[in-house]
Nanobody, 118 residues
Framework: QVRLVASGGGSVQAGGSLNVSCVTS?????MGWFRQAPGEEREGVAL??????IYSDSVKGRFTVDRDVAKNILSLQMNSLKPEDTASYYC????????????????WGQGIQVTVSA
C-alpha cells in the first residue's frame, strides 16, 4: 500500500522558485524532505514535527517546510534556487524523533525531480 505520494517539482532557472508536495499518512511523529543528486548520497533538507522545523544549512533561509494537517499534505517551498539544488526530492516519515540520517526513516515517497539551470 502506497503511504506517501509526492508531486510538483520541475525545471527553473537559478533564482527561481518551485514547490513540491506530498500526501502523507498523517500518522507519524516526524516528517520531512530529503534529496539525492546523481552520484551523491541522500541528504536531509527540511524536517517537521510537533517540536518545530529543522533545516539543513544548505537550504536555511531559502526553503520552507509546512504541513496542512486537515489535508495531510507536507509541502516544501523552494526559493532562490541554485544549480546545486538540482536533485530528486523525497518525502519521508519516521515513527520517532527527527534526524537527518536517511537510514533511520521508515517510509518514503517516490522521487520528484527538481532541476535548476544556471
Amino acid at each position: 500500500q502506497v503511504r506517501l505520494v509526492a508531486s510538483g517539482g520541475g525545471s527553473v532557472q537559478a533564482g527561481g522558485s518551485l514547490n513540491v508536495s506530498c500526501v502523507t499518512s498523517g500518522d507519524t511523529y516526524c516528517m520531512g524532505w530529503f534529496r539525492q543528486a546523481p552520484g551523491e548520497e541522500r541528504e536531509g533538507v527540511a524536517l517537521l514535527s510537533t517540536h518545530g522545523k529543522i533545516y539543513s544549512d544548505s537550504v536555511k533561509g531559502r526553503f520552507t517546510v509546512d504541513r496542512d494537517v486537515a489535508k495531510n499534505i507536507l509541502s516544501l517551498q523552494m526559493n532562490s534556487l541554485k544549480p546545486e539544488d538540482t536533485a530528486s526530492y523525497y518525502c519521508a516519515e519516521r515513527m520517532a524523533g527527527c534526524n537527518f540520517s536517511p537510514e533511520d526513516w521508515d517510509y518514503w515517497g517516490q522521487g520528484i525531480q527538481v532541476t535548476v539551470s544556471a
